[in-house]
């Protein structure tokens, strides 16, 4: 082999090298558009928190941006975003990912403050309604809910709480249900805290025949439900179909109890559904609970009623 065949050689191995490497990059380009353009990351108008910290990180961006000297479109070809998507985080209207944050970090040499970033970001990438509830849930030591209509939202899969946030009338727009769905998921990292807060559910049988999104995503939702009732800090009762009257037939009920002795609660039916924390309005909702808590299946029972629901798929 003369040297000029071995060289042709050489090069046409590299270009074949370059070809690829140019379509891992083109893919992974691909991928990273797809996530900037998927719904739940818009900006709630309405948040006011919400809206300054996205601002705020935004404007830093275009600024360090600018001083780099390039363009959105020069950026975003190399984050992997589309100009467009660049104006929208840098304008405050649109929530930007923790790994587009990490690579606008690298890509303009802020030293790791654009990364540290997302530790504001991610505190306002929820509806603040639902901040507000993960954050009592989050001091709570004691949780009891019970629910009448539903499966409550600490205990529903992924796939159950898009179908039931989607199935509202009139309908969110697809924006928001991701939202809301990666909103009430985030809710259930209450489970893992350390130590343990005590949860106790009480749950109609009605809403755990109602297969939601299908048989196996419903046939998920009960496994979910299983493997949460197991947990040595959860109680979970299941109030059956053909039990008499009970107080909590006019709704849900929720009380949470923090570590210092005070507590909050809300029914659907009493003090207009509104949350309260007066101890003889507190003691009226612990009544009802603790009514309904008796009338239902005990943990034990529950689970094998849940687990005999299993069997009959």
Known sequence: MTAVEAEAGRLKEEAGRLKEEAGRLKEEAGRLKEEADEPGWEVDPDDEWGVAVITTVGRQLKLRREAAGMRAAEFGRVVGYGEDMV???????????????DKADEVLGAGGLLSAAWEDVKKVRYPKKVRALGKLEGKAVEIGLYECNIIPGLLQTHEHARAVIGAAQPPYSPDDVERMVAARLARQGVFERDPAPSIHFVVEEAPLRRQIAGTMAWRQQ?????????????????????????????????????????AVGRADGLFNGRPVSDPKQLRILELQYGTIR?????????LTFIENLLGET
């Open 222 to 262: 009960l496994e979910r439900l299983l493997e949460v009732g197991r947990l040595n800090h959860v109680a979970l009762q299941i109030m059956p179909t053909n039990t008499e009257a009970h107080p909590g037939l006019d709704g849900r009920i929720e009380l949470l109890k923090f570590p210092d002795g005070t």
């Open 87 to 101: 104006y929208k985080i840098e304008g405050g209207k649109r929530i930007p990912r923790q790994e587009f944050l």
């Open 294 to 302: 008796a009338q239902a299946l005990s943990p034990r029972e529950s």
